[in-house]
């Protein structure tokens, strides 16, 4: 079974830039979810898809980012414009449909703001 | 005050050793604990997963929750030179639509041969 796939696994972008990150979930998994870590800080939640839906995107920085999931499928995380604050690694996780399920990390995208 | 305090070390023992890594938290709510394992330029990958007080066991791994104290533990026995990596505790309430996970800053092990 393939795991969460992510890319690209690292981006350099100037300050303003748009950037797009991609998550490739576990086939069959409903739940997607996406976390980050900045410099020296713990793994944050971002957001969470259930199928095509968001469920909770309370962990959203700001309306400078922007997840879909077309399809219910891979999704995308899209931040315009980047900011400094931004850098940090990104992670996708997700979990098969209902609960008691425990969350499978991708290796995460590394985005580099200068 | 962080909900979850974790020790980010590092933390250097001898192969062979017993390693204990803990976890502490605040929010009483949280009912689900896990134990992720991070290598360097790699995702945090699942090690255990407990919903309840007292310990559970996997080959050299011991995951121990007191939800009394607030309390977590990972004990990882026989310690290998490949068990060196951050470890990281993670927790969340009871399953309301979505699991948002809340992490420690993790633990860095090394383990010397």
């Known amino acids: 079974e393939a795991g969460v796939t992510q890319f690209p696994s690292h981006s350099v972008i100037e300050k303003g830039q748009t950037v797009t990150l991609r998550c490739d979930p576990i086939?069959?998994?409903?739940?997607l979810y996406w976390y980050r870590r900045v410099m020296g800080k713990e793994i944050k939640f971002l957001l969470h898809f259930v199928k095509e839906s968001k469920q909770d995107e309370s962990g959203m920085p700001n309306n400078r980012f922007l997840a879909e999931r077309t399809g219910g499928t891979y999704s995308t995380l899209k931040v315009q414009p980047a900011e400094l604050e931004d850098s940090g690694v990104y992670f996708c996780a997700s979990s098969p449909a209902g609960y008691n399920s425990p969350l499978h990390f991708g290796n995460g995208t590394r985005l580099t703001v200068t | 005050q962080k909900e979850v305090e974790q020790d980010p070390g590092p933390l250097s023992v001898p192969e062979g050793a017993i390693v204990s890594l803990n976890c502490t938290y605040s929010?009483?709510?949280?009912?689900?604990f896990m134990w992720y394992r991070q290598y360097s330029r790699k995702g945090p990958e699942l090690l255990m997963y407990?919903?309840?007080?007292g310990n559970k066991e996997d080959g050299r791994f011991t995951a121990q929750v007191d939800k009394s104290s607030k309390y977590i533990s990972l004990f990882i026995r026989d310690s290998q030179p490949s068990d060196s990596a951050t470890y990281l505790c993670?927790?969340?309430?009871?399953?309301?639509?979505?699991?948002?996970?809340?992490f420690g800053t993790g633990t860095r092990l090394k383990v010397l041969a």
């Open positions: 929010n009483s709510a949280f009912q689900y």
């Open positions: 407990t919903y309840s007080s």
């Open positions: 086939s069959g998994h409903d739940n």
């Open positions: 993670a927790m969340s309430e009871r399953f309301t639509g979505t699991y948002k996970y809340i």
